[in-house]
């Protein structure tokens, strides 16, 4: 009678660590990362314009996850362009790519090199850093964005 309830509180136990560590692995946090795969120029002036950043976020994870925050800096052909944020709430669906639309303006002192390519080229080359904040079920996490590459300018808008 003792060895059946020591059987059945060990069956319990091995049963109970099991789950646990199932769902372990599904809560586990892995960083979004991000993309920046188009440039729209929205408007210009005499003074600068304005942009609107597009960025492929990618969720790894097997739960969405709320934004409270994306904070975005952006080079241009190797010259510091401008920095944009987002304050309002963006929802990340579990194992998927979401697209962003963050705007940007800039003044035309201090982008030279950036503001020729955008007018110029067809493309640019680009360094993004950043800073996401989100709400997992594991807590807010604050996660570093950093990326580099090229990418295309849409033509001015209408």
């Known amino acids: 009678m003792v060895m059946g309830r020591a059987t059945a509180v060990s069956l319990a136990g091995l049963t109970l660590a099991t789950l646990a560590c199932s769902l372990a692995q599904r809560l586990r946090f892995e960083a979004p990362s991000a993309q920046l795969t188009g440039v729209t120029i929205t408007g210009l002036g005499l003074s600068g314009g304005s942009l609107e950043l597009k960025?492929?976020?990618?969720?790894?994870?097997?739960?969405?996850?709320r934004s409270t925050r994306l904070q975005v800096a952006i080079d241009l052909e190797n010259t510091p362009f401008g920095t944009a944020a987002i304050d309002r709430a963006l929802e990340l669906p579990p194992a998927a790519h979401s697209e962003v639309r963050v705007p940007l303006t800039f003044t035309w002192s201090g982008v030279g090199a950036g503001a020729r390519a955008m007018l110029s080229k067809g493309s640019l080359k680009y360094g993004l850093t950043g800073r996401l904040l989100v709400d997992s079920p594991l807590g807010e996490r604050s996660v570093d964005l950093r990326t580099s590459g090229v990418v295309a300018v849409a033509d001015l808008a209408r």
């Open 55 to 65: 960025l492929d976020v990618l969720n790894p994870n097997s739960y969405t996850l």
